[in-house]
């Protein structure tokens, strides 16, 4: 069991460690301390269900519903882009500080759905948990909970430390020109996966 265990956290860290639309939205939420605790927890849970998945086999389903694909890969593309063009104007902008109370706060369903379409979005998340952790647990017969737990364990783990580990950068976002790199990077980031899924 603990082979599994370690094998399904390890696979899971390293999938999830890579930056992404997700990980740079919650990065930022822990930098302006908004809603870090319904924000990572609906990460985490949305990992856990789609692990579930992989491992209980919905990855040969998935594959069946020949439509799905590229109603994800659009839909998540124009969803990154749009994201992507917020954050750039942000940047350009400039103007953000890390001080309480003098920034506009985003609200908790705004966050909230802002989370749930990086994560549900984004084709590459039913990639790497579904079906890459889902087919990886089929090498652990008669193990692959203790694979899915383990996997599971490290994006709790993952995600708890991004979101409140990202206030241990506050004095370097007090600066205004921190944010303007911070929303430039994100830009980037939501950029490029967004036009790599239409391509």
Not at 45 to 52: G, K, T
Not at 59 to 69: E, H, N, P, V, Y
Not at 84 to 89: D, E, G, K, Q, Y
Not at 112 to 132: R, S
């Amino acid at each position: 069991m603990v082979p599994a265990l370690t094998a399904g956290f390890l696979l899971g860290l390293s999938l999830i460690v890579a930056i992404g639309a997700q990980n740079a939205f919650i990065l930022r939420q822990g930098l302006r301390r908004e809603h870090v605790l319904p924000l990572v927890t609906v990460c985490a849970l949305s990992d856990a269900v789609l692990i579930a998945l992989g491992v209980g086999g919905f990855a040969t389903i998935l594959g069946q519903i020949t439509w799905l694909d590229p109603l994800m890969r659009y839909a998540g593309a124009a969803f990154l882009l749009v994201y992507a063009l917020r954050s750039l104007r942000s940047a350009l902008a400039g103007g953000h500080v890390l001080k309480a109370g003098t920034d506009t706060r985003t609200s908790l369903r705004a966050a909230l759905l802002t989370c749930l379409a990086l994560t549900w979005l984004n084709p590459h998340v039913y990639l790497d948990t579904v079906v890459l952790l889902g087919s990886i647990s089929t090498r652990y017969p008669g193990r692959e909970a203790a694979f899915a737990l383990g996997a599971m364990t490290s994006s709790v783990l993952f995600f708890f430390s991004l979101g409140y580990g990202a206030r241990l950068l506050a004095p370097l976002f007090a600066k205004p020109v921190a944010w303007r790199i911070l929303d430039g990077l994100i830009a980037v980031v939501m950029a490029t996966i967004g036009i790599n899924l239409l391509l």
